[in-house]
């Protein structure tokens, strides 16, 4: 399975800021997803971030609020713009399984809190 | 987005005894079904996973029972063990492409 590196795993913010999480994989992945995970909710797709195209947004999440960057096959950034404390919640990166095979494998999560 | 169900919401079992989560989805094009397993502060991990041309598969404790004329199925782990206790996710998608996340069943199992 990839590996991934996720960073920071936790901040608290205070309102208004923005915060970028960075996803580093330890192989070339084609698709990276990122996702919110509420306390003890499941687990939203906030978009798709394919290398050299912009990302692919879910119903109810927008470019404005949640940029992502996708440089590269390894590494992917997701910002979260203007926070408020509505925006507190674990955001993983997510990758497809290297080789065609099916699954994904995801970080450890940013904890975020917004005060 | 939820196109999957999940329930319970919660489990209580003993040590020893059998877990079993259902998950229900809507999508006939789905063609993957993951399940997986979330400790705290971690994220998920990939426990077992399904296609939809077997109605069963099982690895070691965990089976996952697949009913597609239903749009059903289920994890079953037998013999649980305290360090089963986390949250369990089914998942499905097409083509590997937007998994689609169950709302997750809180297991915990009893020493």
């Known amino acids: 399975s990839a590996v991934i590196s996720q960073k920071p795993s936790r901040d608290i913010c205070q309102r208004g800021t923005s915060l970028t999480i960075q996803c580093q994989v330890d192989s070339q992945v084609t698709m990276m997803f990122w996702y919110r995970q509420q306390p003890g909710q499941s687990l939203t797709l906030i978009a798709t971030a394919n290398q050299g195209s912009e990302a692919t947004y879910e119903s109810g999440f927008v470019i404005d609020k949640f940029p992502i960057s996708r440089p590269n096959l390894t590494f992917s950034t997701l910002t979260v713009s203007n926070m408020s404390p509505e925006d507190s919640s674990i955001y993983l990166c997510?990758?497809?399984?290297?080789?065609?095979?099916?699954?994904?494998?995801f970080g450890s999560g940013t904890r975020l809190t917004v005060v | 987005q939820q196109q999957v169900k999940q329930s319970p919401q919660s489990l209580i079992v003993q040590k020893g005894g059998i877990s079993i989560i259902n998950c229900a989805y809507e999508?006939?094009?789905?063609?993957?079904f993951p399940w997986y397993q979330q400790f705290p502060g971690k994220g998920p991990a990939l426990l077992i996973a399904i296609r939809p041309d077997v109605s069963e598969k099982k690895e070691g404790r965990f089976t996952i029972s697949f009913n597609k004329s239903a749009k059903q199925f289920s994890l079953h782990i037998m013999d649980s063990q305290p360090g089963d206790s986390a949250t369990y996710f089914c998942a499905a998608s097409y083509n590997n492409n937007d998994m689609r996340f169950g709302a997750g069943t809180r297991l915990t199992v009893k020493p």
């Open positions: 999508n006939t094009a789905f063609d993957y």
């Open positions: 997510s990758v497809e399984e290297p080789g065609g095979i099916y699954g994904y494998t």
